[in-house]
């Protein structure tokens, strides 16, 4: 147990009457955090500060120090942006708290999106230009896949969705139906957290059912099927090491984390085998479990990642849990309806994962991360301190280093071609306006393509009729320059 690190404090709020800008929110999410665990801010050796999206900083941690108390030459951490950043500093951080080289470190994040989009940002401070949150990580996906329109979450998650769909010979209504429900049991853990911005608790036939208040985003998703972003919420946890929360009697009443890995995907989904499994998951899930010593059957409670349903279900199937297992799959309520808050989500399911270990110690909850196109995984487990398992090592790893080989990609394709997957992009009125493809050519090569302005009535037959599998001929068109697919 000398060796475990300890997330020992924490705090989060919901700002439903507006918000400072995030770096003021951050500092004081930590004084708070500070405050749950009675530490003093003098005690922080390491800050980190996840990338906030709504606003931009020269020099964030600077910021957020001052408005903190802690010191202005405390050492600072950072990871390249995503949803899985919280646990890559958690995993970056923790080899050092367990060696004693650090005893107290503070992970931070908060987004005032919604109110920065309605204008209210009097007193915020000048904005930075120039400063990317990304900081040269590699674009979301290649400049093929975002000339096809496939250029954030809400066009990869559809395509995974499809995907999944084909793989378990479900029909549409089935895996809608599947992807609803899932999503509907979150609203309902929603509705009891007082964190959660959504607490509406809508039924699995509300979610998946077009409607005016919930219009189709992009094919199968709706409206409440996506991540929110509209949101003012901020976080901050404490780690620290075995022997700090031993000397400050912070055990009690923290949370023991048994092991945590990262992985990555291969980066750009077109070159990726498959869609349907996720063997970056997999990897760090694997690793996770058999640090922490033990079984998926032995975990209590999980909060699974769920910017869209498709996340929540490729995650089960990593752990070989069906769809239908009765534990919880989320302690807030998920990013559709608990809130995404940009890239710090995963402070608000650690911060929930702890107060829920302060009322019952024994549990084991895994917590996991993802980020970018499907591409950066992380997974973390934790209990309380006196229920640690026996083989328990409290190991972390920010990244394994297996990977798969990506998928040799034709940028200007010509010839037939098999449908890996489609989604179909709408109008904020309903009217499709884009069909993006993901298919494999005769000669094994993979590519992407979209339907041709002037055939967009197929849209039709695609939604009357199971498209994954199908065949048709694909075309380079040089003056948009982009790969056009007619279906058979």
């Known amino acids: 147990m000398d060796q475990l690190?300890?997330?020992?404090?924490?705090?989060?709020?919901?700002?439903?009457?507006?918000?400072?800008?995030?770096?003021?929110?951050?500092?004081?999410?930590i004084t708070g955090a500070l405050a749950d665990g009675q530490i003093d801010p003098t005690a922080v050796d390491?800050?980190?500060?996840?990338?906030?999206?709504?606003?931009?900083?020269?020099?964030?941690?600077?910021?957020?120090?001052?408005?903190?108390?802690?010191?202005?030459?405390?050492?600072?951490?950072?990871?390249?942006?995503?949803?899985?950043?919280?646990?890559?500093?958690?995993?970056?951080?923790?080899?050092?708290?367990?060696?004693?080289e650090i005893d107290c470190a503070v992970i931070c994040g908060a987004?005032?999106?919604?109110?920065?989009?309605?204008?209210?940002?009097?007193?915020?401070?000048?904005?930075?230009?120039?400063?990317?949150?990304?900081?040269?990580?590699?674009?979301?996906?290649?400049?093929?896949?975002?000339?096809?329109?496939?250029?954030?979450?809400?066009?990869?998650?559809?395509l995974i969705e499809n995907a999944l769909q084909a793989a378990n010979g479900r029909t549409a209504s089935e895996?809608?139906?599947?992807?609803?429900?899932?999503?509907?049991?979150?609203?309902?853990?929603?509705?009891?957290?007082?964190?959660?911005?959504?607490?509406?608790a809508p039924s699995a036939e509300t979610i998946g059912e077009v409607s005016t208040d919930n219009r189709m985003i992009v094919h199968p998703y709706t409206k409440r099927t996506n991540a929110i972003m509209d949101i003012d919420q901020s976080a901050a946890i404490v780690l620290t090491s075995a022997s700090f929360a031993q000397q400050r009697k912070l055990t009690e009443r923290s949370a023991a984390i048994l092991a945590g890995a990262g992985s990555e995907e291969?980066?750009?989904?077109?070159?990726?085998?498959?869609?349907?499994?996720?063997?970056?998951?997999?990897?760090?899930?694997?690793?996770?479990?058999?640090?922490?010593?033990?079984?998926?059957?032995?975990?209590?409670?999980m909060d699974l990642y769920s910017c869209f349903p498709s996340a929540v279900e490729l995650a089960m199937d990593a752990l070989g849990v069906p769809l239908d297992d009765a534990r919880p799959v989320s302690l807030t309520g998920g990013l559709a309806f608990a809130g995404g808050p940009g890239n710090a989500y995963v402070l608000h399911s650690l911060a929930t994962a702890l107060a829920h270990l302060r009322r019952s110690s024994s549990e084991k909850i895994l917590v996991t991360g993802i980020?970018?196109?499907?591409?950066?995984h992380a997974a973390t487990l934790l209990t309380g301190p006196d229920h640690v398992p026996a083989a328990a090592s409290g190991a972390m790893v920010y990244r394994l280093h297996e990977s798969?080989?990506?998928?040799?990609?034709?940028?200007?394709?010509?010839?037939?071609?098999?449908?890996?997957?489609?989604?179909?992009?709408?109008?904020?009125a309903g009217t499709p306006r884009n069909v993006i493809w993901l298919l494999s050519l005769d000669n094994g090569n993979r590519t992407i393509a979209n339907t041709a302005d002037g055939e967009m009535d197929i849209v039709e037959t695609i939604l009357d009729d199971e498209i994954v599998g199908r065949c048709g001929v694909v075309r380079f068109e040089p003056g948009s320059q982009r790969n056009l697919f007619h279906l058979d």
């Open 5 to 29: 690190v300890y997330l020992a404090a924490s705090w989060q709020a919901s700002h439903r009457d507006g918000a400072e800008d995030p770096a003021t929110m951050m500092g004081r999410a």
């Open 46 to 100: 390491v800050l980190a500060c996840v990338e906030p999206l709504s606003w931009n900083y020269d020099d964030i941690a600077a910021n957020v120090a001052a408005e903190s108390g802690i010191s202005a030459d405390v050492e600072t951490a950072w990871v390249p942006a995503g949803g899985t950043s919280p646990q890559d500093l958690i995993h970056q951080l923790g080899p050092r708290l367990r060696a004693g």
């Open 111 to 158: 987004e005032s999106m919604r109110s920065r989009r309605r204008g209210h940002v009097d007193g915020w401070p000048e904005r930075a230009s120039g400063v990317n949150p990304m900081r040269g990580q590699a674009a979301f996906s290649s400049e093929l896949e975002r000339r096809h329109g496939l250029s954030a979450p809400l066009q990869l998650f559809p």
């Open 175 to 200: 895996q809608s139906h599947v992807a609803a429900s899932l999503l509907a049991r979150n609203a309902a853990v929603a509705a009891t957290n007082p964190h959660a911005w959504f607490q509406d």
């Open 266 to 301: 291969v980066w750009n989904p077109i070159e990726r085998e498959r869609l349907d499994v996720c063997r970056a998951m997999e990897r760090a899930f694997r690793y996770t479990l058999d640090a922490a010593g033990l079984d998926a059957s032995e975990i209590d409670a």
């Open 371 to 376: 980020g970018m196109a499907n591409t950066k």
């Open 404 to 428: 798969d080989a990506p998928m040799h990609v034709l940028e200007r394709a010509d010839g037939r071609a098999r449908v890996i997957s489609y989604t179909i992009e709408y109008e904020r």
